[in-house]
């Protein structure tokens, strides 16, 4: 055991731990000052695969900084201002501390005992995150493990509160096929959830988006009516604040009075956009959240924390208890008829969870709320300017006005090529050269490179660099023969 | 935007980073001897809640290290070789920052892109826990946030793959209601999922249980018959290994056979024994495993990885792209009809997840793999000593031979007492104390206390200390009304 007892020392973990902050700190004045080094590096899965030993010895061999050494250089680097990828943030390196403190403690947090502070630190910051969104005393919820658990969690509350059945007891048998209208624009998780649900492909009612890809409020009664007359049971109204692809908000109000006046739950996927809710200039794009009955809202998307971190906010937060209904039989023991507000084990399709608050409660103590709402602020901005630069453009073409900090557009230099090709050519020059990191999309005009303007230090600079550097890698990609 | 600019300097993290190091080292060295601190400080919910602020100010203020500090003070010390709690290891240091390097890259995982390093990890990792096994070259899977999200996962598939109609694209609704066989002891996600599934409480048909909590092989073809005669279609069994409250290893050769006959999938819930595949001594308590079709194994169980850290196994790793068929239809385009190796994302119901391989492939990188195989042989020896020194002492009563490195049982001093009230009031007192954490569980015959020797320096002389404690608590615990 003399093996066990060596990789539990404490001083052992005390010179490994500043090795390890000096390599990351090195790394991070790198990545921040934008390198040298590619924003994501140039190496195939199957160089990947060759270049990771396989395998693993029977006895101590190696050192971790060594490893720890190719994982930094091999991995995508979100702090790099040049990465605009997809929504997954450059976290505060304050905020990786704490997921250090928390891995070392790794309270369970599935029951109280096991996990005192950060589940009173959970029990705070979603009563704050419910104020952000104008709700009252009777609201709460819990923290889970990503956007696409938050959802599931908040459809199966909506699916114990609008099914006029108890599904939890009785499964779907127990009453007739139920949907939930749901914006074409929405991610993917939702129809994964209803599916996972077992409501099949069914389960899921499109409602089309307007020009700017916003839900069209006004085609819902058509949708509503034309699923209801087939003999499904809608049961709730899925809203996108924003939307994935380009970040469009769905009008909150018009779905809200719709979801009134026919007795339905009105989701908001708020993972992206409900951080707009800390920014007096952007609040507006929420109205009608307070209408609501749950919203999911990542802390790892615009509130500058590492994955996972999603809270499921619940107007009325009995509701998160009687999703899970199963347990609540030996659990109902609190004066209001609800379950213990320090029991979240009982609010989540998670048992163990890590301490998942504990950063974000930490960021908000230490650098106040200020730094936050002028971060969602100057990056919806900064989207703002870089929608400006590329109406100016003539070779580009913006697909739509911004709302939020993801901006689509696309490379039209004239002629007659394939344009959807061209941008597929454009992004992998970009990325074989690791000069910026963008993704693209599909939109209905065809495809589109989309960027999502979330690392805190990207400015206008390197926008400009972004088109300056598409303009020379859509010329090479224009004449791919000629260098052939 | 100064102060985005501050939050993100390199030095300042550097800085913060040393003195948490120290914080951390100075920490672990206490709780790895023993103290002095209590194993879980005394604090209930509500004077938690009011310890810690409820709100955030505007500006900066505070520093990080106070509120550490707070935080290590106010948890659960797993670390401390007197918790013997519920089944979360006291993680590997080195573990803990593996987690740091995570947190600060944040590599969202939902593509190979996404995180190149940690996929090809995922990879390697995943097909050597498959050969651990005894699965072959078509064995996959896939590493996902906590064993509640693995083994519905797990069920997915199962329900795709034997439903025998495509229930992700009709529903339920296309056939028969669809049922699982469970052990009475299985883990109450498997329930939960079920539910979540939406097939009601009827969709978990009970298997009994041996006089050691195993389910009896021999009556699942009575479950099979009776749940089939009123319609429901049975699609799999799901198999402890091992159960949550005794630790008791389900027959799976027994229950191979029987799913063998029946065309049923068999999916184990490894997610704490699965792990004693490492052990040359303990191997054989999984017998027959290499024939499930699905096995879910928590790393952060008795590998000790900190949470999350789930495997989702599959003998045949199509099954695992199946399960999600949606995503499929435009992503089948690699040679055996499955999804490229490295798309991990279209294989769970996450879409960001963090690079979990990471801290895994490290510690079996840098400390070899027998220091995990003496790790699992050490604590089923050392239960099986404790359980021999509670058979000899005349006042406990062992509840049955401990197969893993669970232990149940409980204080009989003798009397006519309450011993359900005893075994609580014993736990109470000794957590008031702070000097052990244990927990209890209720079994057929009453509440015992129940132990998991989970910490890797747990020793034979704490376990004899807690029975000393036990006894001393029980005899204040018996004359309360004396002391009032």
Chains 1, 2 share one sequence.
Not at 54 to 66: L, M, R, V
Not at 103 to 128: D, K, Q
Not at 151 to 162: F, S, V
Request: with cysteine; glycine share 8%.
């Amino acid at each position: 055991m003399e093996i066990l007892r060596a990789a539990f020392d404490a001083e052992s973990f005390r010179a490994h731990g500043h090795r390890l902050i000096d390599q990351l700190a090195d790394y991070l004045a790198t990545a921040l000052r934008g390198g040298p080094l590619p924003v994501l590096p140039k190496m195939d899965p199957a160089a990947q695969n060759a270049a990771l030993p396989a395998s693993f010895p029977e006895n101590p061999s190696g050192e971790p900084a060594e490893i720890f050494a190719r994982v930094l250089a091999g991995s995508n680097h979100l702090h790099h201002p040049r990465y605009v990828g997809h929504q997954v943030t450059a976290p505060l390196p304050l905020a990786a501390l704490c997921d250090l403190v928390d891995a070392l403690l790794n309270n369970g947090m599935a029951v109280y005992e096991m996990g005192p502070v950060a589940t009173v630190m959970e029990h705070h910051l979603v009563r704050w995150m419910c104020s952000r969104l104008g709700w009252g005393d009777r609201a709460g919820g819990v923290f889970t493990s990503g956007g696409s658990a938050g959802n599931l969690t908040a459809l199966l509350a909506a699916r114990q509160a609008k099914a006029g059945f108890d599904v939890w007891e009785a499964g779907n048998a127990g009453g007739p096929p139920l949907a939930v209208l749901v914006s074409e624009q929405a991610h993917y998780c939702i129809r994964r959830a209803v599916q996972i649900m077992g409501w099949g492909s069914a389960g899921v009612v499109s409602v089309p988006t307007d020009a700017r890809f916003r839900m069209r409020a006004d085609a819902l009664p058509d949708a509503w009516r034309s699923a209801e007359s087939e003999g499904r049971k809608i049961i709730a109204v899925v809203a996108s604040a924003c939307s994935t692809a380009t970040g469009s908000f769905d009008p909150l109000e018009a779905i809200a009075d719709f979801c009134h006046a026919h007795d339905l739950w009105l989701h908001v996927d708020g993972a992206h956009g409900a951080s707009a809710a800390l920014s007096d200039k952007y609040r507006p794009l929420l109205a009608g959240i307070e209408r609501a009955d749950s919203v999911v809202w990542d802390a790892h998307k615009m509130l500058l924390m590492p994955a996972l971190a999603t809270a499921v906010l619940f107007r009325e937060g009995r509701r998160s208890h009687e999703a899970f209904a199963q347990e609540a039989s030996y659990l109902f023991s609190a004066p209001d008829g609800g379950a213990p507000w320090y029991d979240i084990g009982q609010r989540t399709l998670e048992c163990t969870k890590r301490m998942i608050a504990l950063k974000l409660y930490v960021a908000l103590s230490v650098y106040g709320t200020r730094l936050f709402a002028d971060y969602v602020t100057a990056s919806f901005d900064l989207a703002k300017r870089f929608a400006a630069r590329l109406r100016q453009a003539p070779d580009f073409e913006l697909a739509v006005e911004p709302e939020a900090n993801i901006v689509c557009f696309r490379y039209t230099p004239g002629g007659d090529g394939d344009l959807d090709a061209l941008q597929q050519r454009v992004r992998d020059r970009l990325l074989a050269e690791g000069t910026f990191y963008l993704v693209q999309t599909r939109l209905p005009a065809g495809v589109f490179l989309r960027t999502t303007l979330i690392n805190a230090l990207t400015g206008d600079d390197d926008l400009a660099a972004l088109l300056e550097a598409i303009r020379v890698a859509g010329a090479d990609a224009q004449k791919p023969k000629a260098k052939g």
